[in-house]
C-alpha cells in the first residue's frame, strides 16, 4: 500500500506526517468529506474497518476530529511504484530558478544537482560491484535514513493534489535527506563485500529518488 492507492481508495491521498523513523503514518480526511450530514467519526470508523483489511496497511486508527491516521505496513514500495510508474502529475519546473553555482550547501541548484549526481554514481558504481537488480525486497528500507527518503516520496501524492505545492522547497528537501542517506546508509558494499538484499533496495531508491528530480527538472547532469 502506497499513499497513491490510498488516494484512490479514498477520494484523495493522504499527507504522511511524523518522521516515519518508527512508523510511516499517513493521515487523511476522507471521513469529513464522504459524511454528508452523518456523524464524522461514525464514518471514520466504518472507513478504517475496511482499511484494515487491507493488504499493506499495518494499523489504522481514528482521531476525536475523524482525522484517519493509517500506518503503512511496507514503506519501500513507494520506491517500487515511481520506478515502476514515474511520479504522474508532477510539473515541469524551470531549471532556470536553480542556479549552478556557488557550488555550496547554501545554493538548493547545487543540492539538487548534486542529489541526482549522486544517485546517477550509485547507480553506476553498482553494475561495476555488481549488485543485482532484480529481487528487490522494499521491507529492506528500514533505515532511519532509508525512511527518511521514503517519507519525502510519499509527499509527492499529496503534493500534487494540493494548492500549494511549493515543487522547489520540496526538491530541495528531498535532495537533503537523499545526502544523508547516501553518506550514512550506503547503497553499495564497501570493504569487499558481497552485495546483500539492503544494497539492491537501496539503489531502488536511489533511481525513484532520480526519477522524481528528473520529473521535476528534465535534464540534469549525471556527474559534478
Same mark, same amino acid.
Given at each position: 500500500m502506497?499513499?497513491?492507492?490510498?488516494?484512490?481508495?479514498?477520494?484523495?491521498?493522504?499527507?504522511?506526517?511524523?518522521?516515519?523513523?518508527?512508523?510511516?503514518?499517513?493521515?487523511?480526511?476522507?471521513?469529513?468529506?464522504a459524511a454528508r450530514g452523518r456523524p464524522a467519526g461514525d464514518v471514520a470508523e466504518e472507513i478504517a474497518?475496511?482499511?484494515?483489511?487491507?493488504?499493506g496497511v499495518a494499523e489504522v486508527r481514528v482521531r476525536p476530529?475523524?482525522?484517519?491516521?493509517?500506518?503503512l505496513g511496507v514503506p519501500g514500495e513507494i520506491a517500487r511504484?515511481?520506478?515502476?510508474?514515474?511520479?504522474?502529475g508532477t510539473p515541469r519546473v524551470p531549471l532556470s530558478g536553480l542556479p549552478d553555482f556557488p557550488?555550496?550547501? &547554501?545554493?538548493p541548484g547545487?543540492?539538487?544537482?548534486? =542529489?541526482?549526481? #549522486? !544517485?546517477? /554514481?550509485v547507480l553506476r558504481w553498482a553494475r561495476d560491484l555488481g549488485v543485482p537488480w532484480e529481487g528487490f525486497?522494499? &521491507?529492506?528500507?528500514?533505515?532511519?535514513?532509508?525512511? =527518511?527518503?521514503? #517519507? !519525502?516520496? /510519499?509527499?509527492?501524492?499529496?503534493?500534487?493534489?494540493?494548492?500549494?505545492?511549493?515543487?522547489?522547497?520540496?526538491?530541495e528537501r528531498l535532495a537533503l535527506v537523499y545526502?544523508? =542517506?547516501?553518506?550514512? !546508509?550506503? /547503497?553499495?558494499?564497501?570493504?569487499?563485500?558481497?552485495?546483500?538484499?539492503?544494497?539492491t533496495a537501496r539503489i531502488w531508491l536511489a533511481r525513484a529518488v532520480q526519477v522524481v528530480l528528473v520529473d521535476l527538472y528534465g535534464e540534469l547532469p549525471s556527474r559534478l
Open positions: 502506497t499513499p497513491a492507492r490510498l488516494g484512490l481508495l479514498l477520494g484523495a491521498p493522504p499527507a504522511p506526517q511524523g518522521s516515519w523513523e518508527r512508523e510511516a503514518l499517513v493521515v487523511s480526511a476522507a471521513a469529513l468529506g474497518r475496511e482499511l484494515r483489511g487491507s493488504e476530529n475523524a482525522f484517519l491516521e493509517i500506518v511504484e515511481i520506478v515502476t510508474a514515474g511520479s504522474p557550488r555550496t550547501w &547554501e545554493n547545487f543540492v539538487v544537482r548534486f =542529489a541526482h549526481a #549522486r !544517485a546517477s /554514481a525486497r522494499p &521491507e529492506a528500507l528500514d533505515d532511519p535514513c532509508d525512511r =527518511a527518503v521514503l #517519507r !519525502a516520496l /510519499a509527499e509527492l501524492p499529496s503534493r500534487t493534489a494540493g494548492r500549494d505545492p511549493a515543487w522547489e522547497a520540496y526538491a545526502h544523508d =542517506a547516501h553518506e550514512h !546508509a550506503p /547503497a553499495v558494499p564497501m570493504g569487499g563485500r558481497p552485495p546483500g538484499e539492503v544494497h
